[in-house]
């Protein structure tokens, strides 16, 4: 991995490799979290994917993809801690599998289709494209409200709603139907000519590559000088003095979703984050923990059950499918298991087993270039420079007794309950 | 051990069938870091009579395929995934029309690993009791599809394509036809769909063949496992009866499936790998994102992003379908019906477009050879014979011609069947 600065602010990094059949680049933007832009800056991954002054239309954009070997262009929006990003991905087979005399410059023309999406996008008179805009707008919308029908999604953005204090954090990464609504196309160009402007830009390039050809082709960009100084992407909010609980009754859905929120959080170079790691994993977080083991499989109280912890935000949530009148056992169980933890109740041979199966899903990232960009970048926004091995040995040496003590940090902080109406 | 190079994708596959009839399939991939193992067989919940030997005919409940599944984790000494755990390995196993899979990947202790694999797979443990209680736990399962909006759209088209026969089942089955299941019927299929002539071991990654075919050859010699004839009953295929279905549901916009019926045949091995092909290109020429008709649909709103067609081919069970959703899927009903009558036109001419969509798969399709799961799971090497190298390089012998053939056969006498998703 080399990186190099483009321009303040924006910096290229380059992962060459031939282990796989692909050539990936991928562009991120990165801006503190907004509360007041998120629905904005999703909606520009909309409009900008499928239209700009080159490609005006999705018909144009799918015809240039296809030319490009079936490549695969796609845009996202991340949310980490504090920061927001809006990534580019650009996916297409490496040139040495399908090269023949008509393509001998692909890596030329993917930079160059990149350049056109990004930085040349559909504005005529100080606004974006009408109908694009409408469209997309209305596909956003469509998407946020969809979030409800996935009913376990729908319950953790409940429970985000209930859990965190800042406004940006209680909503989904897009924002909410309310902001949506409220853009305007030339709000819209706000939105964007700030981003190109103003955020971080990380470019990641990954493949079978050869560093000064890419950085020839990215000083093409109309990259500019921004504020390089980045503030923590780590959030933080105290303790809640208050437990909050809210049940919502649903008509028309089978099962119950019960959804928890812990509190766990730990600086952002705090060592014991690789404790952290292993107690989510013997706790919901794998196949082999407590709430999946117990819970589900010998008290078979939930269908699905498990935990995830986010060190970006400090927070442990637990979410599980299951049965209306199973609810409050669970609930009664999924609280026993973590006392368990706290009082060292687990054997070394289970946590033995928890830490090779983290490492053995560490180690598999490096076969997928999408996990290991998202890790570049990853590395980039946290300013860690971790080697594999350093990583490795750290989560070996995470003991019972370092679970146990971490655990006792873990306190509650909310619930959220979806229940079928017609249930007592 | 027979070994094939594909050159031009830089891939190598190691083949070899044990004495016993087990095949293995060997993708040594040595820049990679794990190593991905798929043991197979080629049961699934489309099975639904079949017979050992001589024997009477024996009737299979719809989901005991899945049933199976799930239960030979379970063993007399505890839980078999968790030794994969134990292992560092991440284990799984799935279900589908026409196979069920057990599989694993690790960086580290893949022998043990290798050899849990298949002694789990090759033996089985069933009992009254825990037959009962995985009744219980199947049925929240069952619960759960029943939430999912997507899956009750998928099932709502196959019904009204193929009512009341065993695709339109729910692969896990039902309630009632799961409390059918006993520990008898479950060793009478183990028996008969999991010996070894019946299975195919696959492996992707990083590893060393020679090593590795003599691990599976010892562990196999100390099995002593009886072979048996099996003889399964083929599915007939039902007439449809109906042109539309609609299900009421909480959604917020209303979802629309509809499906077509190839006309019954027999096709398979290499010809029906090329179908598939050809059918994806074919799709792609009338409804991809690049065509006029997609463009002009999705401008009014008519689709959006969510607009998909596939193509399928399980068996006697052939249907391209449709999935939106949309307010307007009477609009929509009426544009695909008008586009398809219209085929001969909107194909005639094509060959350049043609040209860059086979362009265009040929790069999507070496965009999957990145993933070991995928080389493993998404060639044809089940249901016809033939891995995903095998499907890449077919690909590239397809015609314009071919697709005009297909177009005849898919499109001449169509009958379009819909399912609506709706408050």
Excluded at chain 1, 304 to 309: D, F, G, M, N, V
Excluded at chain 2, 25 to 33: A, C, G, I
Aim: glycine share 4%; with cysteine; charged share 20%.
């Amino acid at each position: 991995m080399k990186k190099i600065m483009i321009k303040k602010g924006v910096n290229l990094v380059l992962m060459p490799t031939t282990q796989f059949k692909t050539l990936n680049i991928a562009v991120d933007f990165c801006a503190p979290i907004d509360v007041t832009d998120l629905s904005s800056r999703a909606l520009l991954t909309y409009v900008t994917a499928v239209s700009s002054q080159k490609y005006p239309t999705q018909q144009a954009v799918a015809k240039k993809t296809i030319e490009l070997y079936g490549a695969q262009f796609q845009t996202d929006v991340i949310r980490f801690g504090q920061t927001h990003h809006v990534r580019y991905n650009l996916q297409l087979p490496a040139p040495t599998y399908v090269a023949n005399s008509e393509n001998n410059n692909l890596m030329s023309m993917a930079f160059q289709f990149m350049e056109d999406m990004i930085f040349d996008p559909l504005i005529l008179d100080e606004h974006f494209d009408t109908a694009v805009f409408n469209q997309e707008r209305q596909s956003l919308i469509n998407e946020i409200t969809s979030i409800n029908e996935d009913k376990k999604r729908y319950a953790l953005s409940k429970l985000r709603a209930i859990t965190y204090e800042n406004r940006a954090l209680q909503l989904p990464a897009l924002g909410s139907v309310e902001y949506a609504k409220k853009i305007t196309s030339s709000g819209l160009l706000k939105t964007y000519t700030n981003m190109i402007n103003n955020d971080n830009i990380n470019i990641v390039v990954f493949g079978d590559i050869s560093g000064n050809e890419v950085e020839e082709l990215v000083k093409r960009w109309p990259l500019t000088n921004r504020d390089s100084t980045v503030e923590t992407p780590f959030y933080r909010q105290k303790k809640r003095t208050q437990f909050e609980h809210v049940v919502e009754k649903q008509s028309d859905i089978n099962q119950a979703v019960l959804t928890l929120s812990y509190q766990l959080s730990l600086k952002p170079n705090d060592p014991r984050r690789f404790t952290a790691i292993v107690f989510n994993a013997l706790y919901g977080g794998s196949p082999l923990s407590k709430l999946f083991m117990n819970v589900r499989e010998k008290a078979s109280l939930a269908y699905s059950i498990y935990s995830r912890w986010q060190h970006d935000t400090g927070m442990l949530s637990v979410i599980a499918g299951l049965s209306v009148d199973d609810v409050e056992r669970a609930d009664k169980m999924i609280q026993e298991e973590l006392k368990k933890i706290q009082l060292g109740q687990f054997d070394q041979s289970t946590l033995s087993a928890i830490k090779t199966s983290i490492i053995n899903d560490y180690l598999s990232q490096q076969d997928s270039p999408s996990s290991e960009m998202s890790l570049a970048f990853l590395r980039i926004l946290t300013q860690r420079t971790i080697s594999i091995q350093e990583w490795v040995n750290a989560v070996e040496n995470v003991s019972i007794e370092d679970v146990a003590d971490l655990a006792k940090e873990v306190t509650l902080q909310a619930k959220f309950t979806l229940i079928p109406e017609t249930s007592k | 051990m027979k070994i094939k190079k594909y050159e031009q994708l830089k891939e190598t596959v190691i083949s070899e069938t044990l004495d016993n009839g087990l095949k293995i399939t060997m993708v040594p991939k040595n820049d990679y870091h794990k190593t991905f193992a798929v043991l197979t067989t080629p049961f699934g919940s489309l099975h639904q009579h079949f017979s050992i030997d001589d024997g009477k005919l024996i009737d299979i409940p719809a989901g005991t395929a899945h049933f199976l599944e799930h239960k030979l984790f379970e063993k007399e000494d505890g839980d078999a995934f968790s030794r994969f755990g134990e292992l560092g390995a991440d284990a799984n196993a799935f279900t589908n029309q026409y196979q069920t899979s057990y599989l694993f990947s690790s960086t580290s202790n893949f022998k043990p690993a290798l050899i849990h694999l298949l002694d789990f797979v090759q033996t089985p443990y069933f009992t009254n009791e825990t037959v009962a209680k995985e009744q219980g736990i199947i049925g929240q399962e069952i619960k759960m599809y029943e939430d999912d909006v997507n899956w009750i759209v998928y099932m709502g088209l196959l019904q009204t394509l193929y009512p009341n026969s065993a695709i339109s089942y729910d692969i896990a089955g039902t309630q009632d036809s799961i409390a059918k299941i006993t520990p008898e019927l479950l060793y009478q299929i183990h028996q008969a769909f999991y010996q070894p002539s019946q299975l195919t071991l696959q492996i992707v990654g990083a590893f060393d063949p020679q090593e590795t075919l003599a691990i599976i050859k010892s562990n196999q010699k100390h099995k002593t496992i009886n072979s048996c004839q099996v003889n399964v009953i083929q599915n007939t295929l039902p007439e449809t009866q109906m042109k539309i279905k609609i299900q009421h549901f909480d959604v917020s916009r209303p979802k629309i499936a509809l499906g077509i019926r190839l006309p019954d045949n027999h096709i398979t091995g290499k010809e029906a790998t090329k179908i598939g092909l050809v059918a994806d290109i074919l799709l792609d020429m009338m409804f991809g994102e690049h065509t006029d008709w997609y463009q002009k649909l999705y401008n009014k709103g008519i689709i959006d992003t969510e607009f998909e067609t596939s193509f399928d081919m399980m068996y006697p069970y052939q249907f391209i379908s449709f999935f939106s959703e949309t307010t307007e899927y009477e609009t929509l009903t009426t544009e695909i019906y008008k586009h398809i009558t219209n085929y001969k036109e909107v194909l005639s001419n094509q060959e350049l477009t043609f040209n860059a969509l086979k362009r265009a798969t040929l790069g999507e399709g070496i965009q999957r050879l990145n993933s070991l799961e995928s080389i493993a799971l998404r060639g044809d090497d089940i249901l016809f014979g033939n891995n995903l190298f095998d499907k890449i390089m077919l690909l590239q012998k397809i015609t314009y011609n071919d697709v005009l053939d297909l177009s005849e056969i898919v499109y001449k006498n169509f009958e379009l069947q819909r399912f609506i998703l709706k408050k």
